[in-house]
């Protein structure tokens, strides 16, 4: 039987977030182990809940995804980090040097996520890939 994976979402947008756990809650082995508005407060929560995953928008207030992700990643190196965002294009670069694993953009990203957060599973562990629920 797989382990659940725990995932925290980072968006300073309710219904974002909402959808997310929508998505995530149809999964057996995906778990939301909390959520965040800002940077601030997903720093507080990683520390505290320690999720395998992040889901993190770029703009929002207080911290922003990209400073976020780089002190995330300090703190946590083994952590995944998708950044699920607006501004795909402009961000792809900003993105690799800050420690993100994936940027994922908003419009079109919403289908792409979980064979994207099980792809970054699978290649953490060394796993074929984990099947979907």
């Given at each position: 039987?797989?382990?659940?994976?725990?995932?925290?979402?980072?968006?300073?947008?309710?219904?974002?977030?909402?959808?997310?756990?929508?998505?995530?809650?149809?999964?057996?082995?995906?778990?939301?182990?909390?959520?965040?508005?800002?940077?601030?407060?997903?720093?507080?929560?990683?520390?505290?809940?320690?999720?395998?995953?992040?889901?993190?928008?770029?703009?929002?207030?207080?911290?922003?995804?990209?400073?976020t992700?780089?002190?995330?990643?300090?703190?946590?190196?083994q952590?995944?980090?998708?950044?699920?965002?607006?501004?795909?294009?402009?961000?792809?670069?900003?993105?690799?040097?800050?420690?993100?694993?994936?940027?994922?953009a908003?419009?079109?990203?919403i289908?792409?996520?979980?064979?994207?957060v099980?792809?970054?599973?699978?290649?953490?562990?060394?796993?074929?890939?984990?099947s979907?629920?």
């Open positions: 039987m797989p382990t659940t994976k725990n995932i925290l979402i980072v968006d300073d947008s309710a219904s974002i977030r909402g959808v997310l756990r929508s998505l995530i809650d149809t999964q057996n082995d995906l778990a939301v182990c909390g959520e965040a508005v800002d940077g601030l407060e997903a720093i507080q929560k990683a520390r505290e809940l320690k999720p395998d995953l992040i889901l993190l928008d770029l703009a929002m207030p207080k911290l922003n995804g990209a400073a992700a780089s002190i995330l990643k300090r703190m946590m190196p952590i995944s980090i998708i950044l699920f965002t607006m501004y795909e294009d402009a961000v792809q670069t900003l993105g690799l040097h800050v420690g993100v694993d994936v940027v994922l908003k419009p079109d990203g289908s792409n996520i979980l064979p994207r099980r792809q970054l599973f699978a290649s953490r562990s060394g796993e074929p890939g984990l979907p629920a």
